[in-house]
């Protein structure tokens, strides 16, 4: 089992930006693809960015060219750097992982294997 710990959420203000953080256990955090995913209310979980072993991007429409996702293997920590933010950001955001086996190719179809608990984002005026 992996644990991943999410850390950095709070309040922010439209316009404003926040940082998020996940912390991964394990020795095989190299090898895996990592995303932010955040949900609302009545709503699926949406892909926010995800990265993979080889720095790979993707971002979720609402993501893109305001976040960025990056990741630090020594400290097994991925990261999502938010600005601009906007009141419809307001979400639960989760640490997504794949397991370190999964073929690359397959990822952005599946959902990750590993969550963690969930950290909230609040845009306020």
């Known amino acids: 089992q992996v644990q991943l710990v999410e850390s950095g959420g709070g309040l922010v203000q439209p316009g404003g930006s926040l940082g998020l953080s996940c912390t991964a256990s394990?020795?095989?955090?190299?090898?895996?693809?990592m995303a932010w995913y955040r949900q609302t209310p009545g709503n699926q979980r949406a892909l926010v960015a995800r990265?993979?072993?080889?720095?790979?991007?993707a971002y979720g429409d609402f993501a893109k060219g305001r976040f960025t996702i990056s990741r630090d293997n020594n400290q097994n920590t991925v990261y999502l750097q938010m600005n601009s933010l906007k009141v419809e950001a307001k979400a639960v955001y989760y640490c997504?992982?794949?397991?370190?086996?999964?073929?690359?190719?397959?990822?952005?179809?599946?959902?990750?294997?590993?969550w963690g608990r969930g950290i909230q984002v609040t845009v306020y005026s």
């Open positions: 997504g992982a794949w397991l370190e086996t999964r073929i690359l190719s397959t990822i952005p179809s599946t959902p990750p294997d590993y």
């Open positions: 394990g020795n095989n955090f190299r090898r895996r693809a």
């Open positions: 990265i993979t072993s080889s720095r790979a991007t």
